[in-house]
């Protein structure tokens, strides 16, 4: 038995099988649709079929994970005598991670012998699960806790996430973008091109027409920001447009010969927000 658990939450976009194969316990985001008052898990539904309802008409509001949860799980593993590396959902977009703080606060004195090290990414999405990746890894090859944590902890303000959107009302819904921007940018097919800044809120950045225009964007931010484009590792998540991902893995690997690592659905409660036609993009970068 491991001497600790790598934690994290359903907002990462990996995929439970994934985490399951990498030896990560997770706590799921919820949401709701505005036609029901039935709560799913991010996991629950297919993705095909929540992207599908969403292009339907039907509008699903999120809710973060409770510390009534997080105490449950935690209390579970110190039981064990297990120490927790909870890698967490940006604070500037949930407060899924300060709930995972204030449980840490709570347990602390009743287990006085372990260590719970919280660490808010800053990150969303595959953003998340890529600073995850990394404390993996580093417990794969024998790390210590600490060790762990500054795998992810060295690399967060190096985290790039480039965003781009197919539809602008999905930003309009969440505060991003003006009515006017998204009703003029769906007349002309403007695309913006976002990022996750150093407080983990999601930024615009630029504007693009059309759709291949954006995911060149994409690509091209790799190039001009990437630490080592011939060696990066490389995420991509997407809101049910996978044969876009590929488009853009493609455009990486024809420039720089590198194999995207992981192409992962962008999930149910971040898609909520972002809507369907989501592409985002990963990689350790010489600054956020």
């Known amino acids: 038995m491991d001497s600790y658990v790598i934690f994290t939450d359903s907002a990462c976009d990996l995929s439970p099988e994934t985490l399951r194969d990498w030896g990560v316990r997770y706590e799921s985001l919820t949401y709701t649709f505005n036609t029901s008052p039935r709560s799913y898990e991010n996991y629950e539904l ?162 693009v027409r059309g759709r291949k225009a954006s995911l060149k964007a994409l690509a091209d931010k790799y190039t001009e920001l990437a630490e080592t484009p011939e060696e990066g590792t490389v995420f991509i998540s997407h809101g049910d447009c996978i044969e876009d991902a590929e488009y853009l893995a493609g455009l990486i690997k024809e420039a720089h010969g590198v194999e995207v690592k992981i192409i992962t659905y962008v999930g149910s409660v971040i898609g909520a927000h972002s809507g369907p036609g989501t592409m985002a993009l990963f990689f350790v970068g010489k600054m956020r």
Not at 51 to 77: D, H, P, Q, W
Not at 98 to 106: D, F, L, P, S, T
Not at 135 to 147: P, S
Not at 158 to 175: A, I, N, S
Request: charge should be negative; charged fraction near 25%; hydrophobic fraction near 45%.
């Open 46 to 207: 297919p993705f095909p079929e929540f992207y599908g309802r969403m292009r339907n008409g039907e509008v699903a509001k999120t809710a973060a994970v409770n510390i009534e949860k997080f105490l449950e799980s935690f209390r579970e593993c110190l039981d064990k005598g297990q120490d927790i590396l909870y890698i967490g959902f940006s604070s500037g977009l949930s407060n899924t991670v300060n709930a995972g703080i204030k449980a840490a606060e709570v347990l602390g004195p009743e287990y006085p012998g372990r260590k719970i090290i919280v660490i808010d990414t800053l990150a969303a999405s595959a953003g998340e699960g890529l600073l995850l990746y990394f404390a993996v890894e580093a417990r794969r090859r024998g790390a210590t806790i600490e060790e762990a944590e500054s795998a992810v902890r060295d690399r967060i303000f190096k985290l790039d996430h480039w965003f781009t959107v197919d539809d602008l009302v999905y930003l309009k819904r969440g505060g991003r973008v003006s009515a006017a921007a998204a009703f003029f940018g769906g007349v002309l097919g403007i695309k913006p091109v976002l990022h996750v800044d150093d407080e983990g809120h999601l930024i615009p950045v630029t504007k």
